[in-house]
């Protein structure tokens, strides 16, 4: 039975906010629905086994390949995203699908645990098995609305849950797309599906299902981890960041300038893991900036630069560089929305910067660099920590070895040395945030383990008694013994195991 829609969303371009769909809310009912034919399809899926479920991903990925281009062209258009980004993004998720693919066998595989000394665990024989929440659901940002989404399915499906997908409202057209291959292209198992919606329908979904894989602002993740408190579901939360880079006096300035501009303006500074501030030591200080300058200056909007997804994330933009301006900061390039039709900024850089300003403090999730100048490592170090935030950050040092020195100093959840976003892109190493910018962690083991749980299996190895020792009726003697035999076990240096006799 179709539940009747009465509510929209409208999706627009935000290069030229021209109209590109109207697509009807799923409310409630829909997402229950959506749910139960999700739970009631899974048990099969977990069934085929892993070997079976990474032959649909591959079908997949190869139907991916097949239709970037299109997919593409809908990214580009519902996001602003330039075409060399947008690209990148489903090989992204080809990466996903092949990585999981084939750490899948040693992560969901059962685990063996060797025998203890205590002669009551040396009979048993114990297992670990892994087994998948059943329901998954992915709540999704709009700045990479494929791989933020059906990216961290991947590792769900692999690991048997079946998925519900949740985009933003405000870029729900390429994930539609893609599940639609899934569904109706590539005939896959029914354990997929979409729901479209804003904050209820994302509310819903939570209620919903058995683990929530979300990504967003950290106000969104604390109201989402709110709602899945009410019924004890787990969350991995993917949130924010402000993310500082550090140059230090040896630094090759060259890379490290290409670096914090690829990494600041990188999807028009709208990544999570965007470069959003910068500490240079004082000897270098000038050198750095003019190079910076350059070399903004010389993005093109459209080729290297996007739109902004929208008027209020430029009013964000707009509100952090009055802030900053009327606390003393210089403006050395850009400052202003760029001359043309839609949601465009110019690429700006900001001087005479400290953490009095809002610009330093929170995320601005915009084309704007923020450089400050510092007397050496420890105070950049001091103030990269000067953060509620802890998502990721940068070190530049002519020794990388003196770069990785400071990264372990810094809070965060990944620190690329002499790179910038690098680690985000190894799907092999957990990126998580610290501090408010998450819980949990996308990548590496954690990455697929966290769609499954963890199930002890003990068994007898040997043929067991009618009772065993601790069992009921109590004695003195063998209590006494059972006592004696844990403390000798346990006791570590002569005087206590002598007392254990
Ligand atoms: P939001 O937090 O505004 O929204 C994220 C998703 O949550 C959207 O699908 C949104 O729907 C939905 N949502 C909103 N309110 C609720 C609610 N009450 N319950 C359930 N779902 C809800 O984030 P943005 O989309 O603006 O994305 C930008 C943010 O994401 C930035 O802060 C960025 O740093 C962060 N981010 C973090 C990443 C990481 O890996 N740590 C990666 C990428 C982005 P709708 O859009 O329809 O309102």
């Not at 602003?80 to 690209?87: D, L, S």
């Not at 090759?252 to 500074?269: C, H, I, K, M, P």
């Not at 509100?319 to 400052?335: E, F, I, P, Q, S």
């Not at 009726?473 to 007392?499: E, K, L, T």
Request: hydrophobic share 45%.
């Amino acid at each position: 039975m179709s539940t009747l829609i009465t509510e929209f969303i409208t999706v627009q371009s935000p290069a030229d906010r021209s109209v590109l769909a109207d697509l009807g809310v799923d409310g409630p009912d829909r997402v229950a629905t959506a749910a139960a034919s999700l739970r009631a399809a899974q048990p099969a899926w977990e069934t085929l086994g892993l070997e079976q479920r990474s032959r649909w991903l591959a079908a997949m990925r190869d139907w991916l390949l097949d239709n970037t281009e299109r997919i593409v062209d809908i990214m580009e258009a519902e996001a602003g995203k330039v075409r060399a980004e947008a690209a990148l993004e489903l090989g992204w998720v080809c990466d996903i699908i092949n990585n999981y693919s084939r750490r899948g066998p040693e992560l969901l595989g059962d685990k063996r645990i060797g025998a203890s000394l205590l002669p009551l665990r040396a009979t048993k024989r114990y297992t670990i098995q892994r087994r998948p929440h059943q329901l998954v659901g992915v709540i999704g940002p709009w700045n990479f609305p494929v791989v933020l989404t059906f990216g961290d399915a991947i590792p769900a499906l692999l690991a048997g849950a079946a998925v519900l997908l949740k985009p933003s409202e405000v870029t729900p057209l390429a994930l539609r797309e893609v599940v639609r291959g899934w569904q109706q292209e590539l005939g896959a198992p029914p354990v997929v599906d979409i729901v479209l919606g804003r904050a209820e329908t994302g509310g819903a979904l939570i209620d919903e299902v058995d683990f929530v894989q979300f990504t967003g602002s950290t106000r969104t993740g604390k109201a989402v981890a709110r709602r899945a408190a009410e019924t004890l579901t787990q969350v991995s939360l993917e949130l924010g960041g402000k993310d500082p880079m550090i140059v230090l006096g040896d630094a090759d300035l060259e890379r490290a300038a290409n670096a914090a501009v690829w990494g600041g303006f990188v999807n028009s500074g709208q990544v999570c893991i965007s470069v959003e501030r910068v500490y240079v030591e004082a000897p270098v200080y000038d050198e750095f900036v003019a190079r910076v300058v350059d070399k903004v200056k010389a993005l093109r909007h459209g080729t290297d630069l996007g739109a902004m997804i929208s008027p209020a994330q430029i009013g964000i933009v707009e509100d952090h560089l009055a802030d900053a301006r009327a606390k003393g900061a210089r403006v050395l390039t850009g400052g202003s929305r760029a001359d043309r039709e839609g949601d465009w900024y110019q690429p700006t850089v900001l001087v005479d910067v400290n953490h009095a300003m809002t610009v330093m403090r929170e995320e601005t999730f915009g084309p704007v660099l923020p450089i400050m100048k510092v007397d050496g490592a420890q105070e950049a170090i001091r103030l990269a920590n000067d953060s509620p935030f802890g998502l990721a950050a940068t070190v530049f040092a002519g020794d990388a070895r003196a770069g990785e020195e400071v990264a372990r100093q810094i809070d965060a959840g990944t620190v690329n040395v002499n790179d910038a976003l690098h680690g985000a892109m190894c799907i092999d190493v957990p990126m998580g945030g610290w501090k408010a910018s998450g819980i949990g962690a996308r990548g590496g083991d954690y990455g697929m383990l966290k769609f499954t749980r963890a199930k002890t299996v003990t068994a007898p190895r040997l043929p067991a008694p009618a009772a065993e020792p601790l069992w009921f009726p109590y004695d003195s003697v063998r209590a006494q013994i059972a006592q004696r035999a844990m403390r000798f076990i346990n006791a570590r240096g002569r005087r206590r195991w002598q007392s254990s006799r």
